[in-house]
């Protein structure tokens, strides 16, 4: 199975600041087929992007997707206070789906 | 707007079966377009999925679940549902149902909130 590597673990930043998240995959995904998830405590996950690049319904300019060989990465520009989160990355290019294992947006 | 939302005990007992129900609102899960899924979240590890199917179709899910796992859907009360056997603490989770695409793309852009189910004596 495909196996993504999220780092870092935990991104202490300040509102206003960038974000930057990677998410590594241990072989290639087929067509790029990666997505992005944000999650917080008792609420329902949010998809934000897929097709590793592409913006879900909704989902604010300030978040994007891009992708290299096998590296991916979610950019937030501009910390909002709603965006301190955890985040996720999915594999659904090959079978089976795998997640990575998240990186924790908190306030510095 | 498509909205989902996961019932079932909170609480189950080691080598019990887990059951779990999603109730769908916004959309049918008869009409085909979708795969209804399965994932949980465990503390430390993070996401797992654990399978979904399509109605009138077979059920896909991890390998390593595979002979545990039961997915069903349920047309007539517009519900699919999880059985997961054979239950041990390591099925502790947040167990979500989640909607994703039928047409090759399978990210998953609807959720329910997620429901917690500890596996103790």
């Known amino acids: 199975e495909t196996v993504l590597t999220q780092s870092p673990a935990t991104l202490s930043l300040s509102p206003g600041e960038r974000a930057t998240l990677s998410c590594r995959a241990s072989q290639s995904v087929g067509s790029d087929f990666i997505a992005w998830y944000q999650l917080k405590p008792g609420q329902v996950p949010s998809l934000l992007i897929y097709g590793a690049s592409s913006r879900a319904t909704g989902i604010p300019h300030r978040f994007s997707g891009s992708a290299s060989g096998t590296e991916f990465t979610l950019t937030i520009n501009g910390l909002e206070p709603e965006d301190f989160a955890v985040y996720y990355c999915q594999n659904y290019g090959s079978s089976p789906i795998t997640f990575g294992g998240g990186t924790k947006v908190e306030i510095k | 707007q498509v909205q989902l939302e996961e019932s079932g005990p909170g609480l189950v007992k080691p080598s019990q079966t887990l059951s779990l129900t999603c109730t769908v609102s916004g959309d049918s899960v008869r009409s085909g377009g979708h795969y209804w899924s399965w994932i949980r979240q465990h503390p430390v590890q993070g996401l797992e999925w654990i399978g979904y199917m399509y109605y009138g179709g077979d059920i896909y899910s991890k390998p390593s679940l595979k002979s545990r796992v039961i997915i069903s859907i349920d047309p007539s009360k517009n519900q699919f549902s999880l059985k997961l056997t054979s239950v041990t603490a390591a099925d502790s989770a947040i167990y979500y149902c989640?909607?994703?695409?039928?047409?090759?793309?399978?990210?998953?852009?609807?959720w329910g909130r997620g429901t917690l189910v500890t596996v103790s004596t």
């Open positions: 989640a909607r994703a695409s039928l047409d090759g793309e399978s990210y998953f852009d609807y």
